[in-house]
């Protein structure tokens, strides 16, 4: 369940909470062709489960960026900002893979809410650091510092 904010000045309160978790996500080998279809790359370790059996992860593995992209499915589960006429994905900082994420394994995401700003525009801008947690796994597949605007109604 989501942490629900009423507007969002509400968010400079929590800053420094962690926001709860998203649902999990298995990764299968569709939603990684899909992903390498959609972007171009066919890095074996990704497409070519017959050759990743021997390669350095044993199976295929998502692409990192196919994990980051999906903090955008997890974020709305997470967070919900209401009493706004408009929610901007504005940027990111500080990306990282810190782990493989297998084909068949288990996802989810994980938000903290480090910084809350007033923007010169009216809204309000958080930066949610999600780590993207991996089922079994002591490292994370992702962590990345999502920056949001909210402009309230």
């Known amino acids: ?74 974020l709305p589960q ?7 006429s408009m929610g901007v994905n504005y940027g990111a900082d500080k990306l990282r893979f810190p782990a493989p994420v297998p084909v068949g394994s288990r996802i989810r995401g994980g938000a903290e809410l480090i910084d809350v700003n007033q923007t010169k525009d009216g809204g309000v801008q958080a930066t949610i650091r999600v780590t993207v947690e991996i089922d079994g796994s002591e490292r994370p597949g992702c962590v990345i510092d999502t920056i949001s605007r909210y402009y309230p109604e």
């Open 1 to 74: 369940m989501a942490t629900v904010f009423k507007t969002p000045g509400d968010l400079e309160a929590a800053v420094g909470q962690h926001l709860g978790y998203s649902e999990w996500l298995e990764i299968g080998q569709e939603r990684i062709d899909q992903f390498a279809d959609a972007t171009g790359d066919h890095q074996w370790i990704h497409v070519d489960p017959e050759k990743a059996k021997d390669g350095p992860f044993g199976r295929c593995i998502a692409h990192g960026y196919l994990t980051q992209s999906l903090v955008n499915l997890f």
């Open 78 to 84: 997470i967070v919900d900002v209401q009493g706004i």
